[in-house]
């Protein structure tokens, strides 16, 4: 149990801005590309022995190249965090190399399939409830008792902003992130006495693999100053610099937070309904 700092001098340093998490060993999720990719780089950049969860060897195989190849240490683990063998697999792994972990960021999620409710069956609620909610139950509880052993510890989940506002394409998908946002808090409360922080990431507007914002869109780039209030698209290095934030000691009073990386959007308003479109979009060229 960590009793913490009883004066300001006993508050942890920061001996090295450009190395926030030197030492630390870091497990992402989704890590081959988009934005556990650039919270890959970016952890092992400031010093982090990185170990990425990747369910495609392609994916795997890339950002273990790209990483060391920038000085960085990486390896990568080809798994399906979405089953618990290989959750198994990789706690072991981690833990038989390290002993440890400090820092979990459980990144995995998907918006697809996307379904309207009433269309909507149990075989893709569970699906939805697989990739975006279980799994990141099955990650946490396989490393958090190494982390209340030693102490100390940093979970980050990346979730979505659709977990934090109404989102009308898909309640099944908005209710899954939502859980993942209240887990984060949950946990956190509970956590916190053993030295545990953690912290939640909602996303929007970020160009990934996964989700295109650009392509279509060339001739009206001009409408970004209105569809976001920063006035541009997100990139994966947006959310993997605030992850940075959340892992290592630049945090170290926050926890239970769930923190809107989304360029405005859920401030500004988000979803609107367009009847020239017949649909909800959060990105009009005309309503």
């Known amino acids: 149990m960590s009793n913490g700092p009883r004066d300001i001098a006993e508050i942890p340093d920061i001996p090295d801005w450009n190395r926030l998490l030197d030492g630390r060993v870091a497990v992402v999720t989704g890590g081959g590309d988009g934005i556990g990719g650039a919270i890959a780089e970016l952890f092992a950049a400031h010093g982090a022995a990185v170990e990425v969860a990747e369910i495609d060897p392609d994916r795997a195989e890339r950002i273990s190249r790209d990483v060391s190849a920038a000085g960085g240490v990486i390896r990568s683990h080809v798994v399906d965090v979405t089953i618990d063998d290989d959750v198994a697999r990789l706690a072991d792994a981690v833990l038989t190399e390290h002993g440890r972990v ?69 309640p099944v998908y908005g209710a899954m992130k939502a859980a993942v946002a209240h887990f984060t808090t949950c946990l ?47 990139w994966p290095q947006d959310q993997a610099r605030v992850a940075l934030f959340l892992a290592s000691e630049l945090s170290g009073f926050v926890t239970g937070h769930n923190i809107p990386v989304d360029g405005g959007t859920k401030a500004g308003g988000g979803w609107l309904f367009s009847p020239r479109a017949g649909r909800f979009v959060n990105r009009s060229k005309h309503l």
């Open 102 to 170: 400090d820092v979990l960021v459980n990144n995995v999620g998907d918006y697809r399939p996307l379904v309207a409710f009433d269309e909507s069956t149990p075989q893709s609620w569970q699906r939805m409830y697989d990739i975006n909610l279980r799994h990141v139950f099955a990650v946490t509880r396989a490393f958090v008792s190494a982390m209340v052993g030693a102490g100390s510890g940093n979970i980050v989940n990346v979730h979505s902003v659709e977990g934090m506002r109404g989102f009308p394409r898909d």
């Open 188 to 234: 956190a409360v509970d956590l916190g006495r053993h030295g545990i922080r953690v912290n939640g990431i909602g996303t929007d507007l970020t160009q990934t693999p996964q989700v295109d914002y650009l392509t279509g869109y060339e001739d009206v780039e001009h409408l970004w100053e209105s569809w976001a209030p920063v006035g541009r698209v997100g």
